[in-house]
């Protein structure tokens, strides 16, 4: 079994920025891709960003260049550096993992939450 561990949420103001991390631990032989989705009040979850085994990454439209992931294979963590928030990127964000297997493994989730 796999758990990922997240970390980092909180409240914060329109232009401030926040560091959420993700640590896997378990019976993790292999990992291909990390990233994170958001789910807002109402709406459906969706991919925020996401790195693969060989580093190359993705981002959803709304959030380039002002989101980096990143990620450390030594402690099969990931991070989000979320940089020039905006009360749009108000929700709860969960962590993912698809391990080699191609099994995919989610977080419980954490509370970002950007004041005007």
């Known amino acids: 079994q796999v758990q990922l561990l997240e970390s980092g949420g909180g409240l914060v103001q329109a232009g401030g920025s926040l560091r959420l991390s993700c640590a896997a631990s378990g019976n993790i032989f292999s990992i291909n891709n990390m990233g994170w989705y958001r789910q807002a009040p109402g709406k459906q979850r969706e991919l925020v960003a996401v790195i693969r085994r060989g580093g190359s990454t993705n981002y959803a439209d709304s959030v380039k260049g002002r989101f980096t992931i990143s990620r450390d294979y030594a402690k099969n963590t990931v991070y989000l550096q979320m940089n020039s928030l905006k009360p749009e990127d108000t929700a709860v964000y969960y962590c993912?993992?698809?391990?080699?297997?191609?099994?995919?493994?989610w977080g419980q989730g954490t509370q970002v939450t950007v004041s005007s």
């Open positions: 993912t993992l698809v391990a080699g297997n191609l099994r995919d493994y």
